[in-house]
């Protein structure tokens, strides 16, 4: 069983920058897809980016294509999520979450563990 934990977020102005990490505790880290899911107030949770664990196949939400990066340092069991040109529609709650097989699913039901999140605010 995986235990998930994020980081990263705060208060950050239009056109800047963070980097949220998501931290495994489990064993089974690198047989995961891992995905980060955002939700804004009043909301649903929905998809942001996926990678896969060893081929490193990718992907992204329209809306953050060119502007994040998903990544994952599988020896440290991390995950991250490098976003850039922040707008403030990406204002939202953050997630991260781990999925079995090797499939970039989009849908949260797909996804068998979860963070807690982390907040990441846009002020224009």
């Known amino acids: 069983q995986e235990k998930l934990v994020e980081s990263g977020g705060g208060l950050v102005q239009a056109g800047g920058s963070l980097r949220l990490s998501c931290a495994a505790s489990?064993?089974?880290?690198?047989?995961?897809?891992m995905a980060w899911f955002r939700q804004a107030p009043g909301k649903e949770r929905k998809f942001v980016a996926a990678?896969?664990?060893?081929?490193?196949?990718?992907d992204y939400e329209d809306s953050v294509k060119g502007r994040f990066f998903i990544s994952r340092d599988n020896a440290k069991k991390v995950l991250y999520l490098q976003m850039n040109n922040l707008k403030p529609e990406d204002t939202a709650v953050y997630y991260c979450a781990a999925s079995g097989g090797s499939v970039l699913h989009r849908g949260s039901h797909e996804y068998d563990y979860w963070g807690q999140g982390t907040q990441v605010t846009v002020s224009s």
């Open positions: 990678r896969t664990n060893i081929f490193g196949r990718t």
């Open positions: 489990g064993r089974t880290f690198n047989a995961y897809v």
